[in-house]
């Protein structure tokens, strides 16, 4: 695959990645979405998580399609994450073309209390729309891809709501989630219930540069594009955006495109080399990303807004 070597600190001002491959549908997600469908029905409001550092590609149009004219909800988690000025112009982008109340997420005690305003607005939007009539409780579907936050946003819950309950396992690689997990609480009053589904890409991603980003932000393996193709698409952003904090992870004097040099550097920086004292580059590929999606490497937007 193509990447680049170029050591010049000047971004480049466009990106042709040349992945290993694009698709990752493993069979658990088709099982997932045929059950998501059938269940929707059922449902009286969609909450739709999109990851703030992709909020466009993030979107998946076949999930998305199924939910007729549910109330939806479209959370943006992983917030702080991103710029402020840019995230509340992807709001605005996002309320306008889908018209949709957006709502950005992030990893705090405030976060929660806005967690418990989003549920009860999604049960205030089933009565408005009056699709609903009033009930003695809800069900609420959590839909988004693999990895965007779905069972961080119920384990929040599940603290208040059931202390003998276990946490739903989440980790950095995707598919940590399989099947459609039992419901749970996530509110007394009025009692609402929340289904944690699988989650779901599409089938073959749109375009190139769409697989790339799902691959940064754990969406999909980095080992599907390949793990130094995942970090030099990454590069590429973190550097037309100017957020130039990898420099002084990888004890670079300034900026580079290369990424080969970068990932020698970091190796050599973290102690990640071999018994030789040669640079592990996968090892340090894949350090590199767990770097980025702590927010270690500033806070960037993987598109334009």
């Given at each position: 695959?193509?990447?680049s070597?170029?050591?010049?600190?000047?971004?480049?001002?466009?990106?042709?990645?040349n992945?290993?491959?694009t698709?990752?549908?493993?069979g658990?997600?088709?099982k997932g979405?045929?059950?998501?469908q059938?269940?929707?029905?059922?449902?009286?409001?969609?909450l739709?998580?999109?990851?703030?550092?992709i909020?466009?590609?993030?979107r998946?149009?076949v999930?998305?399609?199924s939910?007729?004219?549910?109330p939806?909800?479209?959370l943006l988690?992983k917030?702080?994450?991103?710029?402020?000025?840019?995230?509340?112009?992807?709001c605005?982008?996002?309320?306008a073309?889908?018209?949709?109340?957006?709502?950005?997420?992030?990893?705090?005690?405030?976060?929660v209390s806005?967690?418990r305003?989003?549920?009860?607005?999604?049960?205030?939007?089933?009565?408005?729309?009056?699709l609903?009539?009033?009930?003695?409780?809800?069900?609420?579907?959590?839909s988004?891809?693999?990895n965007?936050?779905?069972?961080?946003?119920?384990?929040?819950?599940?603290?208040e709501h059931d202390h003998?309950?276990?946490k739903?396992?989440?980790?950095?690689e995707p598919?940590?989630?399989?099947?459609?997990s039992?419901?749970?609480?996530?509110l007394?009053?009025?009692?609402?219930?929340?289904y944690?589904?699988p989650g779901?890409?599409?089938?073959?991603?749109?375009?190139?540069?769409a697989?790339?980003?799902?691959?940064v932000?754990?969406a999909i393996?980095?080992k599907i594009?390949?793990?130094?193709?995942?970090v030099?698409?990454l590069?590429y952003w973190?550097?037309?955006k100017?957020?130039?904090?990898?420099?002084?992870?990888?004890g670079?004097?300034?900026?580079?495109?290369?990424?080969?040099?970068?990932?020698?550097?970091?190796?050599?920086?973290k102690?990640?080399?071999?018994?030789?004292?040669?640079p592990?580059?996968v090892?340090?590929?894949?350090?590199?990303?767990?770097?980025?999606?702590k927010?270690?490497l500033?806070?960037?937007?993987?598109e334009?807004?």
């Amino acid at each position: 695959a193509v990447v680049s070597t170029q050591s010049t600190g000047t971004p480049r001002e466009t990106i042709s990645p040349n992945p290993k491959s694009t698709s990752w549908f493993p069979g658990h997600m088709a099982k997932g979405l045929t059950r998501m469908q059938m269940m929707i029905k059922a449902t009286d409001c969609v909450l739709e998580v999109h990851d703030a550092r992709i909020p466009y590609t993030s979107r998946n149009r076949v999930a998305n399609n199924s939910y007729g004219d549910k109330p939806r909800i479209v959370l943006l988690s992983k917030a702080d994450l991103v710029p402020r000025d840019e995230l509340d112009m992807a709001c605005r982008r996002i309320t306008a073309l889908e018209s949709r109340p957006v709502i950005p997420l992030v990893n705090s005690v405030r976060g929660v209390s806005r967690l418990r305003r989003v549920v009860r607005d999604g049960v205030s939007m089933a009565h408005a729309d009056q699709l609903v009539a009033k009930k003695d409780s809800y069900l609420f579907f959590l839909s988004g891809l693999p990895n965007v936050g779905k069972s961080s946003f119920i384990n929040t819950f599940k603290k208040e709501h059931d202390h003998s309950a276990n946490k739903l396992p989440i980790g950095p690689e995707p598919g940590v989630t399989r099947n459609i997990s039992n419901r749970v609480k996530i509110l007394s009053s009025p009692p609402v219930y929340i289904y944690d589904t699988p989650g779901v890409n599409l089938p073959r991603p749109d375009s190139v540069d769409a697989a790339m980003k799902l691959a940064v932000v754990g969406a999909i393996p980095s080992k599907i594009p390949g793990h130094v193709e995942t970090v030099d698409y990454l590069l590429y952003w973190l550097n037309r955006k100017g957020q130039y904090r990898y420099t002084g992870h990888c004890g670079l004097r300034g900026p580079t495109n290369n990424v080969y040099e970068l990932l020698a550097y970091f190796a050599r920086a973290k102690g990640l080399l071999d018994e030789r004292g040669a640079p592990q580059m996968v090892i340090a590929a894949n350090a590199f990303l767990r770097a980025f999606h702590k927010g270690e490497l500033g806070r960037v937007m993987l598109e334009d807004v």
